[in-house]
């Protein structure tokens, strides 16, 4: 039997491992701080073994609804992957950030530049690789 975690997220540590070393170069580089890292405050972290098959992680394909009521399917990926264009969105992106760690049925806002807030609904998860067996991906 597992303990309840009492996070607000929950992360992966091969994720995690990953990404601090991502954004502590892409920060090198470009100057600023990635907002993501601050998230890892409020969760937990896991062995990709131990993930619920519900919350997104890196690699996830998920399909939500924003605030006009639009559905689509994004994937949270590695900035090297990303177009957004095509629904690939970089983890180190602010909303790719946002979305990591939540689970299904939560819904996530953030404020773009210009001050306008907008928010995503995770309605299911389509793929996730720790559900799925791939624990490296």
């Known amino acids: 039997m ?3 975690l009492n996070t ?3 992360f992966s540590e091969l994720d995690r491992v ?8 892409f920060s090198a580089h470009d100057g600023l701080p990635h907002t993501l890292l601050e998230g890892f405050d409020e969760g937990d972290f896991l062995m990709p073994s131990d993930i619920p098959g519900d919350v997104v992680t890196v690699n996830s394909r ?3 609804r924003d605030q006009d009521g639009d559905v689509r399917q994004i994937t949270i990926c590695y900035p090297g992957e990303a177009d957004a264009a095509k629904g690939f969105l ?3 992106s602010l909303v790719g950030g946002q979305l990591l760690g939540r689970r299904v049925g939560e819904t996530v806002s953030w404020a773009d530049v210009g ?4 928010t995503l609904h995770i309605e299911s998860l389509l793929f996730q690789p720790e559900a799925s067996g ?3 991906l």
């Open 2 to 4: 597992s303990a309840a």
């Open 8 to 10: 607000d997220r929950i």
């Open 18 to 25: 990953r990404i601090e070393r991502l954004a502590a170069r």
């Open 62 to 64: 998920l399909s939500v």
């Open 90 to 92: 970089s983890v180190l």
């Open 115 to 118: 001050g306008t807030t907008s």
């Open 134 to 136: 791939e624990l490296a």
